[in-house]
């Protein structure tokens, strides 16, 4: 992992319990520490056995003498990957392409991880990403002498793609991907790959939290509730928020009450601030920050609508958890969210960046209760036979050649004890 516990990215954590729950000892390792120390109350157990790199510069340099006169061979196999994984990037240093430049700086503190892993016995090594983790997994693989798998999402594969993807991907005891969108345009882009080596795993969610309200969100008969929309995205331009605030302004015109609450952050928490508390979107907008996972359970059970305006996405767990919640959900017909979100069954599908066709799909939804309760019905529905974040942890387990047994045991017993040592990296 880049940065552990961070709360935009719960599915890291989910992953890792859901993995653990097939048997499957994991040791949490992260490149740094997150910047703010915002995460989940499950997070805070992980954290505390998490290992980070030391960033000790004598203690780094006297364990890479150590390991390069102990282990030559493995130090220079490991050391050459810093010219050959990222060749294109030696000469830029735009954000996500300057990946060359961090292995080399990272590279000697990976060595003082490796020797730590080695002394608990790690046998595989899984990134999280195929970027910046998915470079240092293959370094420590190369010094531990052992496996190493991959998962790609969207970013880093598409935004940011490391220059040797498909050496990744063919080098991996196994690759797997979050959607069949995913899938088929790195099948489509690498036609040399077999598509066996790609795999789709489908992300899940904790199905006994995230659950509809035990009453009815229509409220007390005769009374006028005013709906509640909800949006959980990080604060970014892929998520689209400027097109919430506009679909936000044009129900606000035509005179459809509602309150939109927002939640999460980033770079563009101040714009949005601003657009939040200028006419007509005052009272109606509100930024509520970063919010802990139970907060948002609580959240989704009490809200009407739950709102998703991306222009780009691999597989969004926030649309997952809406759904779960007995959520109508509305979102962006692009990439991975047509797999979750059926037009007309479970939400409604809209063209990215058209907060027209945004706003009517709401209109459509507030005006008639009896069908969004339907909607909601289907909505729960459609995740619980294969949304399930215990799926995800049978299926990246049984991919482990020691894992297939444990996950087979797991699935009618729940583990007491690990048996074997994943680095989730």
Not at 58 to 74: H, M
Not at 259 to 279: F, M, N
Request: charge should be positive.
């Amino acid at each position: 992992m880049t940065a552990f516990p961070v709360i935009s990215e719960t599915f890291i954590l989910r992953e890792i319990e859901s993995v653990e729950g097939q048997g499957v000892g994991v040791v949490p390792v992260s490149l740094r520490h997150p910047w703010k120390r915002v995460g989940h109350e499950d997070a805070e157990r992980y954290a505390r056995r998490t290992l980070y790199p030391s960033f000790n510069l004598a203690r780094a340099a006297l364990v890479n003498l150590r390991f390069l006169f102990s282990s030559p061979r493995r130090y220079l196999y490991a050391a050459a990957y810093i010219l050959t994984g990222h060749p294109k990037s030696w000469f830029c240093i735009r954000r996500g392409r300057s990946a060359a430049w961090k292995t080399l700086l990272l590279f000697p503190f990976l060595v003082e991880l490796a020797t730590r892993l080695s002394a608990l016995s790690v046998r595989h090594c899984h990134a999280t990403s195929v970027a910046i983790s998915g470079t240092a997994t293959i370094i420590l693989t190369r010094l531990l002498g052992g496996t190493y798998s991959m998962t790609g999402r969207h970013s880093d594969l598409w935004s940011y793609p490391p220059d040797d993807l498909q050496r990744r991907i063919t080098q991996a005891l196994f690759f797997t991907t979050v959607s069949e969108d995913n899938r088929a345009r790195i099948l489509a882009r690498l036609p040399s790959l077999h598509p066996s080596a790609v795999r789709l795993v489908r992300e899940g969610v904790r199905l006994d939290r995230f659950h509809p309200p035990e009453k009815s969100r229509a409220g007390a008969p005769g009374r006028v509730e005013v709906p509640i929309l909800v949006t959980v995205a990080r604060l970014v331009p892929a998520k689209g928020h400027d097109v919430i605030v506009a679909a936000a302004r044009l129900l606000a015109h035509e005179g459809i009450g509602f309150r939109w609450l927002i939640v999460g952050d980033g770079p563009l928490r101040s714009a949005l601030g601003r657009a939040a508390r200028t006419p007509p979107l005052d009272g109606r907008l509100c930024l509520l920050g970063p919010m802990t996972q139970q907060d948002i359970q609580v959240l989704l059970r009490a809200a009407t609508l739950f709102v998703l305006a991306s222009r780009s996405e691999g597989l969004p767990v926030a649309l997952i958890e809406a759904l779960a919640s007995g959520l109508p959900c509305v979102a962006t017909r692009v990439s991975g969210i047509p797999e979750i979100v059926r037009d007309g069954v479970n939400g409604l599908l809209v063209p990215a960046d058209n907060p027209s066709s945004l706003a009517e799909a709401i209109v459509r939804l507030l005006s008639d209760p009896g069908w969004r309760d339907r909607v909601a019905l289907a909505a729960r529905s459609s995740v619980e036979r294969d949304r399930d974040v215990r799926l995800q942890g049978h299926a990246m387990a049984t991919l482990l050649p020691w894992g297939g047994s444990m996950a087979r045991h797991a699935m009618k017993n729940p583990p007491t004890a690990s048996s074997s040592s994943v680095i989730s990296e």
